[in-house]
Nanobody, 124 residues
Framework: QLQLVESGGGLVQAGGSLRLSCAAS????????MGWFRQAPGKEREFVAA????????HYADSVKGRFTISRDNVKNTVYLQLNSLQPEDTAVYHC?????????????????WGQGTQVTVSS
């Protein structure tokens, strides 16, 4: 089994920044890719960013490209999401996920393990 624990969410004003972390424990050798998704109230879960665990190659949703950066620390088994230039529409619960689809895995079903989520709230 693999456990994922997110942290770093909070309340920030529009234009501000946050850094989310996702620590993986357990069978981390099985990880091929990790991703971040978000879900706003009343909306479907949507893909945000993904990273290939071994190569570090990344992929982003168009809505966050240029503002968000995904990275990973293989030694700490941790993936990060740097959120810059935040806007009220970025408000959501952010979940990290681990799976076998690599950096181009943009669908929820491509991930087998999920964290509990961390709330990001952006005020205008």
């Amino acid at each position: 089994q693999l456990q994922l624990v997110e942290s770093g969410g909070g309340l920030v004003q529009a234009g501000g920044s946050l850094r989310l972390s996702c620590a993986a424990s357990g069978r981390t050798f099985r990880i091929y890719g990790m991703g971040w998704f978000r879900q706003a109230p009343g909306k479907e879960r949507e893909f945000v960013a993904a990273i290939n665990w071994s190569s570090g190659v990344t992929h982003y949703a168009d809505s966050v490209k240029g503002r968000f950066t995904i990275s990973r620390d293989n030694v700490k088994n941790t993936v990060y999401l740097q959120l810059n230039s935040l806007q009220p529409e970025d408000t959501a619960v952010y979940h990290c996920a681990a799976g076998y689809g690599g950096e181009y895995a943009t669908q929820s079903y491509e991930y087998s393990y999920w964290g509990q989520g961390t709330q990001v709230t952006v005020s205008s």
